[in-house]
């Protein structure tokens, strides 16, 4: 009685899925070329910009108001 094995063959290679052999462009399907658009790094970086300035407005709001000494 044979167990539940997957389907192989004997005469053929062990490593059959490079890129060079199964995609021509040379690129690996298992580490996909992403592209990240520029705007998700800037829009971090403009709240945290807003957040500088406003506080130093604050900041600066504050110590005009303050009497003269």
Do not use: C, K, Y
Request: hydrophobic share 55%; proline share 10%; glycine share 2%.
């Amino acid at each position: 009685m044979e167990s539940n094995l997957p389907a192989r063959r004997d005469d053929a290679p062990l490593v059959v899925d490079t890129s060079s052999e199964m995609h021509p462009a040379g690129e690996d399907p298992q580490r996909p070329r992403v592209q990240q658009n520029v705007a998700v790094a800037l829009i971090p970086l403009a709240v945290i910009v807003l957040l500088v300035l406003a506080f130093v407005a604050a900041a600066w709001t504050f110590l005009a108001a303050l009497p003269a000494a």
